[in-house]
């Protein structure tokens, strides 16, 4: 039998044979809505089916009088009905089907003590509503079922915005027909937003969320920033990045990218010092950037030695000096002498001070790098040693070249260990450790015979005892580096202030292990000798030492060595002075007590804060809040970062969105798509 049509607005529901259901479905709903209307479309033909399948004499047409009378049957136009209340007398009394209104007269007429009785029946059928039979036919609208919420056109382009910023997607996505399929499918009615729109929308956000970066930076007395050079499909671009500390939680902040500019031309450190200065600029941050961390490229260096502020300060020092000279001697000479210079030689003359770059620091895990590659090669001139490296590293790189090359091979690796060998990557030497430890790891979860069978399968030589033991030794050897490079390349719980305690503590393991090596002794004073070479001028700077003895964690306890630890303390004392005496001045009434400032006998509590610091046991980092001048000095000293690994990840990024397939995608709007896919905590989508 036909039930319907059942109506729920975009769905329309059909019965057939009540067994057979057929829908349409013009709009997209959550599986738990289609769920709920289901049901209530299934409780609808349950009821409908229950009066169809009821007996010929229970189809009573006006079931809340069925107390008062009875159905008999149907003659055309009207019912036929007994009246109860008549028996023993079989009473007939015939009602339109439209309306009871005969039934109400006879009662009236025979039975006036049950009007009441009536009047109250049927006005229980006016609140309960109509039948279950009425009920069952009765069209339902979806807003009856569950709401349907309409999105404005402007939350559809916000929602397509934040899908193309963070899935890294080409702007070519709104043009494709399935794209626009969707969002119609979706919510119809709804036009996708164009390509330039798109364009112009992204461009509009990254300069809202440049203003938003500026303006959180405004707010931090120093940042630290980090730079590095990036070349990708014949293209050159420099990153910067940007890192603080917040002086209430004393935690780090990062605006994870500032730039990532297109260079031009040849990577000269003028061009480089003149990017730098521009992007520094751009975010009025040149007076607050306390210090950059680089690689140790020769450009970037002579940068920073041309035009860094150490470097101005030198130079205005000694111009002072030799006007001052100059002027000592020519006064004796009397003021009639004129002296003409070459204006042209005078303005080609570079003076350092056409850009202004802040303190330079050499990325720390750069220098760990060179120290496990270039340095450790020195470990070589010991003939045992050498023979014994370049066997069993022989033997690795046959691994490592086969597993990779061959699907066969690397099915064969993962079927006897149930995990495949790494290869190492020339551009990180941690990637060789971790290499080396991976083959190490398979032989101890699977056994010696697992890696036989692998040598076996690849045709490779299997390790003799001899060379399993160096490379263990090797492996052991080279877990410090790797952990201090770990240490070192985080950019949330590290501060200066880590890179010499940690680097101490390297050369102390180094030299523990001397006791335990059989074959690594020479790769043991390579890697010493590598460390006191190239991290010799920072155990000597005072300000890298003093952000060490400024942390909690370490204060003076990470070294025994009394002349590093005076170098630092020596450097706090000097600079917390300045601190003491801006106090003393804000304290002061008068111009002519400022003046006279100077004369008054100083109060010493920066030196007796500097005491009860280092008394202190506690080691936690909010513990420097309870000494407010150290914890000013702290904060400026340890906001540089010991590494520019931060910019390493910024690239990491800009490489999935600069692919082979976008390699002609405008390099202003590939910036703009990668700050904001960094930086979305400074853009809000609403």
Same mark, same amino acid.
């Given at each position: 039998?036909?039930? +319907?049509?059942?109506?729920?607005?975009?769905?329309?529901? #059909? *019965?057939?044979?009540?067994?057979?259901?057929?829908?349409?479905?013009?709009?997209?709903?959550? =599986?738990?809505?289609?769920? %709920?209307?289901?049901?209530?479309?299934?409780?609808?033909?349950? $009821?409908?089916?229950?009066?169809?399948?009821?007996?010929?004499?229970?189809?009573?047409?006006?079931? *809340?009088?069925?107390?008062?009378?009875?159905?008999?049957?149907?003659?055309?136009?009207?019912?036929?009905?007994? /009246?109860?209340?008549?028996?023993?007398?079989?009473?007939?009394?015939?009602?339109?089907?439209?309306?009871?209104?005969?039934?109400?007269?006879?009662?009236?007429?025979?039975?006036?003590?049950?009007?009441?009785?009536?009047?109250?029946?049927?006005?229980?059928?006016?609140?309960?509503?109509?039948?279950?039979?009425?009920?069952?036919?009765?069209?339902?609208?979806?807003?009856?079922?569950?709401?349907?919420?309409?999105?404005?056109?402007?939350?559809?382009?916000?929602?397509?915005?934040?899908?193309?910023?963070?899935?890294?997607?080409?702007?070519?996505?709104?043009?494709?027909?399935?794209?626009?399929?969707?969002?119609?499918?979706?919510?119809?009615?709804?036009?996708?937003?164009?390509?330039?729109?798109?364009?112009?929308?992204?461009?509009?956000?990254?300069?809202?969320?440049?203003?938003?970066?500026?303006?959180?930076?405004?707010?931090?007395?120093?940042?630290?920033?980090?730079?590095?050079?990036?070349?990708?499909?014949? %293209?050159?671009?420099?990153?910067?990045?940007?890192?603080?500390?917040?002086?209430?939680?004393?935690?780090?902040?990062?605006?994870?990218?500032?730039?990532?500019?297109? &260079?031009?031309?040849?990577?000269?450190?003028?061009?480089?010092?003149?990017?730098?200065?521009?992007?520094?600029?751009? *975010?009025?941050?040149?007076?607050?950037?306390?210090?950059?961390?680089?690689?140790?490229?020769?450009?970037?260096?002579?940068?920073?030695? =041309?035009?860094?502020?150490?470097?101005?300060?030198?130079?205005?020092?000694?111009?002072?000096?030799?006007?001052?000279?100059?002027?000592?001697?020519?006064?004796?000479?009397?003021?009639?002498?004129?002296?003409?210079?070459?204006?042209?030689?005078?303005?080609?003359?570079?003076?350092?001070?056409?850009?202004?770059? @802040?303190?330079?620091?050499?990325?720390?895990?750069?220098?760990?790098?060179?120290?496990?590659?270039?340095?450790?090669?020195? $470990?070589?001139?010991?003939?045992? #040693?050498?023979?014994?490296?370049?066997?069993?590293? +022989?033997? /690795?790189?046959?691994?490592?070249?086969?597993?990779?090359?061959?699907?066969?091979?690397?099915?064969? =690796?993962?079927?006897?260990?149930?995990?495949?060998?790494?290869?190492?990557?020339?551009?990180?030497?941690?990637?060789?450790?971790?290499?080396?430890?991976?083959?190490?790891?398979?032989?101890?979860?699977?056994?010696?015979?697992?890696?036989?069978?692998?040598?076996?399968?690849?045709? =490779?030589?299997?390790?003799?005892?001899?060379?399993?033991?160096?490379?263990?030794?090797?492996?052991?050897?080279?877990? @410090?580096?790797? %952990?201090?490079?770990?240490?070192?390349?985080?950019?949330?719980?590290?501060?200066? +202030?880590?890179?010499?305690?940690?680097?101490?503590?390297?050369?102390?393991?180094?030299?523990?292990?001397?006791?335990?090596?059989?074959? /690594?002794?020479?790769?043991?004073?390579?890697?010493?000798?590598?460390?006191?070479?190239?991290?010799?001028?920072?155990?000597?700077?005072?300000?890298?030492?003093?952000?060490?003895?400024?942390?909690?964690?370490?204060?003076?306890?990470?070294?025994?060595?009394?002349?590093?630890?005076?170098?630092?303390?020596?450097?706090?004392?000097?600079?917390?002075?300045?601190?003491?005496?801006?106090?003393?001045?804000?304290?002061?009434?008068?111009?002519?007590?400022?003046?006279?400032?100077? &004369?008054?006998?100083?109060?010493?509590?920066?030196?007796?804060?500097?005491?009860? #610091?280092?008394?202190?046991?506690?080691?936690?980092?909010?513990?420097? &809040?309870?000494?407010?001048?150290?914890?000013?000095?702290?904060?400026?000293?340890?906001?540089?970062?010991?590494?520019?690994?931060?910019?390493?990840? &910024?690239?990491?990024?800009?490489?999935?969105?600069?692919?082979?397939?976008?390699?002609?995608?405008?390099?202003?709007?590939?910036?703009?798509?990668l700050l904001l896919k960094l930086n979305l905590r400074f853009y809000n989508f609403e």
């Amino acid at each position: 039998m036909f039930i +319907g049509p059942l109506e729920v607005t975009s769905c329309h529901i #059909y *019965y057939h044979n009540a067994q057979h259901l057929d829908l349409e479905i013009r709009e997209i709903i959550t =599986v738990n809505q289609w769920k %709920k209307m289901e049901e209530v479309c299934d409780s609808s033909a349950a $009821a409908s089916s229950t009066v169809q399948n009821q007996p010929q004499d229970q189809e009573h047409p006006w079931p *809340y009088l069925r107390e008062l009378f009875s159905f008999s049957g149907v003659n055309k136009d009207s019912f036929k009905m007994k /009246c109860v209340l008549c028996l023993p007398l079989n009473k007939e009394i015939s009602a339109f089907k439209s309306s009871p209104s005969n039934l109400r007269k006879h009662i009236e007429r025979m039975h006036p003590n049950y009007l009441k009785n009536y009047s109250k029946l049927t006005a229980q059928k006016r609140k309960i509503g109509t039948s279950t039979h009425a009920s069952s036919s009765k069209q339902l609208k979806v807003d009856s079922v569950f709401p349907v919420k309409h999105v404005s056109p402007v939350t559809v382009n916000k929602a397509i915005l934040r899908y193309i910023i963070q899935g890294l997607h080409p702007f070519s996505t709104v043009d494709l027909p399935s794209f626009k399929e969707l969002i119609s499918t979706l919510q119809p009615g709804i036009s996708v937003i164009t390509r330039p729109t798109l364009r112009s929308k992204i461009a509009e956000a990254a300069l809202i969320m440049k203003q938003k970066v500026t303006a959180a930076m405004s707010e931090v007395e120093w940042i630290a920033t980090t730079t590095d050079c990036w070349t990708a499909r014949r %293209k050159s671009f420099i990153g910067v990045t940007a890192h603080w500390i917040n002086p209430g939680s004393l935690e780090r902040h990062s605006a994870f990218a500032l730039a990532c500019k297109r &260079l031009m031309g040849s990577h000269t450190f003028e061009v480089l010092a003149s990017a730098m200065n521009d992007i520094h600029s751009e *975010y009025e941050i040149r007076d607050k950037v306390v210090c950059t961390t680089t690689d140790s490229g020769s450009n970037f260096l002579k940068a920073f030695r =041309v035009f860094g502020v150490e470097n101005n300060d030198i130079e205005t020092e000694a111009r002072r000096c030799e006007s001052d000279d100059t002027d000592s001697e020519g006064c004796g000479e009397g003021s009639d002498g004129v002296e003409f210079q070459d204006a042209s030689r005078v303005l080609d003359q570079d003076d350092g001070f056409e850009f202004q770059l @802040p303190k330079h620091q050499k990325c720390a895990c750069h220098l760990l790098n060179l120290v496990s590659s270039v340095d450790a090669q020195k $470990a070589l001139s010991n003939e045992h #040693y050498k023979k014994l490296y370049r066997s069993v590293f +022989g033997k /690795c790189q046959a691994l490592w070249n086969k597993s990779s090359r061959s699907a066969l091979a690397a099915e064969a =690796v993962e079927s006897e260990s149930r995990l495949q060998l790494l290869r190492p990557n020339q551009t990180r030497w941690n990637s060789t450790f971790m290499a080396v430890d991976r083959i190490l790891q398979i032989c101890k979860e699977a056994g010696e015979g697992a890696l036989r069978n692998i040598c076996t399968s690849l045709e =490779v030589p299997m390790f003799n005892p001899a060379e399993m033991l160096f490379l263990t030794e090797w492996a052991n050897t080279m877990r @410090p580096v790797a %952990k201090v490079l770990d240490i070192l390349q985080a950019e949330t719980n590290t501060q200066l +202030g880590w890179l010499l305690p940690s680097v101490h503590q390297l050369s102390l393991k180094l030299q523990r292990l001397h006791h335990s090596l059989r074959y /690594c002794d020479p790769l043991v004073d390579a890697l010493q000798q590598g460390i006191q070479t190239r991290f010799k001028h920072m155990f000597e700077d005072p300000e890298i030492i003093a952000a060490a003895i400024l942390l909690p964690k370490f204060r003076t306890s990470w070294t025994n060595d009394e002349t590093i630890i005076k170098r630092g303390m020596d450097y706090i004392r000097v600079h917390l002075e300045p601190l003491d005496h801006k106090k003393e001045l804000a304290n002061t009434s008068s111009d002519d007590e400022d003046f006279f400032a100077s &004369l008054k006998p100083t109060t010493h509590e920066a030196s007796k804060e500097l005491d009860g #610091y280092l008394a202190c046991v506690s080691d936690t980092r909010e513990s420097l &809040l309870t000494f407010p001048a150290i914890c000013s000095l702290s904060i400026k000293t340890n906001t540089p970062l010991p590494a520019s690994a931060a910019c390493e990840r &910024l690239f990491s990024t800009a490489g999935l969105l600069f692919s082979p397939k976008r390699a002609r995608l405008d390099t202003n709007n590939f910036e703009n798509q990668l700050l904001l896919k960094l930086n979305l905590r400074f853009y809000n989508f609403e």
